[in-house]
Structures are given as structure tokens and as C-alpha cells.
């Protein structure tokens, strides 16, 4: 039983698509002895996603979206808003799925940890796709690995209401943290007056993201978990990252103006 009074999934409760496409088959590991003092969640999951998150943000349509030079001219302003366009749709599946599942923490608590306003970004993706192309409708543009990945978040919200931290985390890593680079890179690529068409990643003052980091990692590592649970979690986390680059790879497959080769640093 859960801190949250659900039962947790167990591994034969995992949907078997999910778990088919996110974990590689890796040799067993030696048995390691339990630490006496536990790190604190927020630590475990920095260590636990750090490669996959690392992979997320270096992934070929982020590098190709955000950070490369493209075609100049009207042409090469419509291929890549296209592009971008499409990701804000299928970021605003997501956000819906993860803001429908909030009721499920509501008096529990995960509230403090899931209940930031800084993660009900669903809103904000809506202007952004009103203003690149007049109407925020996202559901029917979702590709397959999106509606997969906003069905495991629901699937967890009716039965591991705890795991959703996972996804928090993911988000906050994925979207929060690097959102104001992102956001500079797309004015610059649109000549956008600032804020416009880039409020999703504007969400959060950039002065002010170290205070959140801060606050995000203080109320994870205040959730009453016990070791199982927060394992759980953090093995939820790098699902959440892998499934996000099954989306990002399906969003560059014979994509127009994006290929293989040498890209730019993201950082």
C-alpha cells in the first residue's frame, strides 16, 4: 500500500506497450547493499535520469527545432513554425493528461509536490497555438507515441497516484528549466516580439528558476514515501524520458529540413 492509500502497480501491471518500447533488456546486476540513509528523491532522480535526460535534450528534433540553422527566407520560417507547431500540440496532449489526473492527488500528500502552479501549463500552450495558427485544437494531431505516453499518465493517476511525480519531474527537467533558451532561440527564428508564441516557456521568470528548482526539489524530497516507493518513482522518471524521445523521434522522422549529421550545442 502507498502513502497515498492506492496500491502500487506492479511490474505485471504496467502497460505491456509501455514497457516493451521504454526498457532495454539489461543483464542483471550484482545485488548491491542497501545504503543506511537513503539520498533524498530529488537526488535519486537527478542521478537516476541524468543520461536519459542529457539524451532527451540532445535528441534530433530538439537539436534540429531549437539550436541548428535553417533555410532563411519565408520558406524556411513556415517548415520550421510547422515543426514547432506540432510540438506545442504534442506537448499540450501531455499537459492536458497530467492536469485532468490532478484531481486523483487533490487532500493527499502529493499535493504540494503536484499542485504547483508552474506545472498547469496547459493554458499557456493554448495561446501559443492560437497565435501560431489561430485555433489550439491538439488531440487529433497527436502521434501515436504521444497518446501512449498521455495514457500512461493516467493509468498511473487511477492507480499509483504517486508515480505522477515522475512525470513532474520529467516536465520541470524537459520544459521548465531549459524553457528561456528555448524561448530566445524561436523570437529569434520568427522575430517574435518577446512573449509572443513562446509563453509556454516564459512560464516561470527566468530570474526566478533557481527559487523554483529550489522549491520543486524541497517538496519531492518532503514526500512521505517509503524506499520502495521512491525507487518506484524514480524508475517511473526515466520511463517519462524515454518515452519522450520516442516522441521527439517520431516527430523528426522525414521531417522536411531535418537530418542526421553534425548539430548544435544545445547548451
Not at 485544437?137 to 493509468?155: G, K, N, P, S
Not at 522575430?191 to 516557456?201: A, I, N, P, S, W
Request: net charge negative; charged share 20%.
Amino acid at each position: 500500500m502507498s502513502a497515498t492509500g492506492t496500491l502500487r502497480l506492479s511490474r505485471t501491471d504496467v502497460s505491456a506497450r509501455v514497457k516493451r518500447l521504454v526498457e532495454p533488456q539489461l543483464p542483471a546486476s550484482p545485488q548491491q547493499p542497501r545504503a543506511a540513509t537513503p539520498a533524498p528523491l530529488s537526488v535519486l532522480l537527478a542521478e537516476g535520469t541524468a543520461k536519459l535526460a542529457e539524451q532527451a535534450e540532445r535528441s534530433l528534433f530538439i537539436q534540429s527545432l531549437f539550436f541548428d540553422a535553417w533555410e532563411g527566407g519565408i520558406y524556411g520560417q513556415y517548415v520550421r513554425a510547422q515543426h514547432y507547431v506540432s510540438h506545442l500540440r504534442q506537448l499540450h496532449t501531455l499537459y492536458t493528461a497530467f492536469e485532468a489526473a490532478l484531481p486523483h492527488v487533490m487532500g493527499t500528500t502529493l499535493t504540494t509536490a503536484l499542485l504547483l502552479p508552474e506545472l498547469r501549463l496547459a493554458s499557456a500552450l493554448e495561446a501559443d497555438l492560437t497565435y501560431f495558427c489561430g485555433e489550439s485544437r491538439a488531440d487529433t494531431f497527436a502521434c501515436v507515441e504521444t497518446r501512449l505516453h498521455a495514457q500512461r499518465i493516467r493509468e498511473v493517476a487511477e492507480d499509483a497516484p504517486h508515480l505522477l511525480v515522475a512525470h513532474a519531474y520529467a516536465r520541470c527537467v524537459l520544459d521548465v528549466f531549459s524553457g528561456h533558451r528555448r524561448a530566445r532561440r524561436i523570437a529569434d527564428a520568427f522575430e517574435l516580439v518577446e512573449g509572443q508564441g513562446t509563453t509556454f516557456y516564459g512560464t516561470v521568470p527566468e530570474a526566478g528558476l533557481a527559487a523554483f528548482r529550489v522549491r520543486l526539489h524541497s517538496r519531492i524530497d518532503g514526500l512521505e514515501l517509503d524506499e520502495d516507493e521512491a525507487r518506484e518513482v524514480v524508475q517511473e522518471a526515466r520511463m517519462a524520458f524515454r518515452l519522450h524521445a520516442l516522441v521527439c523521434n517520431e516527430l523528426a522522422r522525414g521531417a522536411t529540413g531535418i537530418a542526421a549529421g553534425p548539430h548544435g550545442d544545445a547548451r
